[in-house]
């Protein structure tokens, strides 16, 4: 389990150091540019004998055989929704006037929220209870924010509805409080997944999803058969199962061979349990190699990995994806936790009431995803090779 002072040392240590007054943070977004990545091509299911799908503006699959042009008018008179990815939302077409309408701002923060245990009583300052969880995902939901993975947010592919925000719940260490099967093949009560399933039954724009980052015991399973149900049963429903490294060391101590060794370990286990390959992965601790390439890109007996993002353990909202300054071998997460102690401006309570108060520097979405949107005076934050995708107002 990764330490409070552990994350916080790990997030200080990146910034040299130096950690950043939260009161300093709209200054310094800003003035910050935006880039947009190259987004991941969505794997749709196909009948059989239909074309492949075909890639739109920012690389994200469309799906075939659709009667209706995505963009036109519909009976309302509104743009007519495009379509989506079995799971997410299906978006528009976004202009000037209907960005402006839904206040988009899409170089906007994210908040990706990072939890560990999930404890009927709380042993450590990281865990959370099931009461705790659920109070912060009602929360989450009431207020507009949508889920989605740690690897859409990662390849920029994200598809939340206009004017709603995109939120990230990752969880650490694939503990046995995270998730497990009942006898009839249903999430045990009181587990991370269930309470996320119970919050979305009751807020249906709340989509169920989540991301977990494993190391060698999946979820504190041992039996191999176990662990596959477990896993599949995840990926079927939308979540996703991505790399903590296989043993949970602290990566700086190791060479980059050794490095390699933790993280392809992984990768062959989840392959072996029917999980695609990892897009993501979470250093433990929040300690990053020596190389910080090690941590994103590398091989090993063979096996080679290339992740889209990975993550460290503290303590601020994340950066667009498509801002210029967005590191994806770096990228912020926040605790969840209360207002207390060192968490008194580091962790979710905190955070999530500051984008409250400061709702122009968050992530709001034009429902479009292959465009763009923001206020006209972050056009030139955009890269000139992504210009024509840009929607400002």
């Known amino acids: 389990m990764d330490s409070p002072l552990a994350w916080k040392a790990g997030f200080t240590e990146r910034l040299g150091g130096f950690v ?12 910050t540019n935006v880039v947009v990545i190259t987004v991941a091509v969505v794997g749709l299911s196909l009948l059989p004998g239909e074309p492949p799908p075909q890639a739109g503006p920012k690389g994200v699959a469309k799906v075939q055989g659709s009667t209706a042009q995505p963009g036109s008018p519909g009976p309302s008179g509104a743009p007519e929704p495009s379509t989506s990815p079995v799971g997410q939302p299906p978006g ?9 309408q839904v206040r988009a701002n ?20 990281l865990d959370r209870t099931p009461d705790q969880l659920r109070k912060e995902l009602e929360k989450l939901a009431e207020r507009g924010y949508v889920p989605i993975t740690a690897r859409e947010f990662a390849a920029g592919d994200i598809r939340v509805p206009a004017g709603k925000y995109p939120v ?24 991370a997944v269930a309470v996320i399933q119970e919050v979305a039954s009751r807020h249906p724009g709340f989509r169920p999803t989540a991301t977990f980052w494993i190391n060698r015991e999946p ?55 029917g999980a695609p390959p990892s897009q993501t992965m979470a250093l433990p601790y929040g300690s990053m190699p020596r190389n910080k390439g090690a941590a994103r890109s590398g091989s090993w ?46 962790c979710s309570e905190y955070w999530l009431g500051w984008l409250d108060k400061h709702p122009g520097e968050r992530y709001v979405s034009d429902g479009d995803p292959e465009r763009i949107s923001l206020p006209e ?11 024509l995708e840009v929607i400002a107002y």
């Open 92 to 100: 528009v077409v976004a202009t000037p006037d209907f960005a402006r």
């Open 168 to 191: 990230v719940l990752t969880f650490d260490d694939g503990h046995p409080s995270h998730f497990g099967l009942d006898a009839n093949g249903a999430p045990l009560p009181g587990t």
């Open 301 to 346: 007996d063979g096996t080679r990995y290339d992740f889209a993002g990975v993550f460290l353990a503290g303590a601020e909202p994340s950066l667009s994806p498509y801002a210029k300054k967005f590191d994806r071998g770096a990228i912020q997460r926040i605790q969840s936790n209360g207002k207390k102690g060192e968490c008194r401006k580091w």
């Open 219 to 273: 979820f504190g399973l041992r039996d191999r058969a176990a662990q596959e149900a477990a896993v599949r049963w995840l990926v079927d429903h939308g979540y996703e199962v991505a790399n903590h490294t296989w043993g949970h060391p602290n990566l700086r101590m190791l060479k980059r061979k050794k490095v390699s060794e933790q993280i392809v370990r992984i990768e062959r286990l989840l392959k072996k349990l």
């Open 106 to 125: 899409e170089a906007g923060l994210v908040p990706v929220l990072m939890y560990h245990r999930i404890l009927a009583e709380r042993h450590a300052s």
């Open 20 to 31: 950043r007054a939260p009161g300093a943070l709209p200054r310094i977004i800003g003035v």
């Open 377 to 387: 005076r972050l056009r030139g934050n955009i890269v000139a090779k992504r210009g």
